[in-house]
């Protein structure tokens, strides 16, 4: 009969070099610093709302055509 714990230390040897070559290349990351943060955040909102405002001005423009075309009120 086989020894079926003889995998188990092998698994947690692969587990335990998985997690220290994740903090190896954690520690080559370069963060951005908190004013960058801020910065990028920013621009990110600032675009979320200009595609948001696009979408609303194109849907509401699409709606208006559709109206008239089809002799609809919404």
Known sequence: ????????????GRLS???KGVRTE?????????????KYTLIVLVVCAAFALLFW???TGILAILEQILNISM
Do not use: G, S
Not at 1 to 12: D, E, L, S, V
Not at 28 to 37: D, H, I, L
């Open 57 to 59: 001005l194109m849907d």
């Open 1 to 12: 009969m086989a020894n079926t714990n003889a995998a188990a230390p092998q698994k947690k």
């Open 26 to 38: 954690l520690k080559k990351v370069v963060w951005p610093t908190r004013k960058e943060t801020q």
């Open 17 to 19: 070099e998985y997690f």
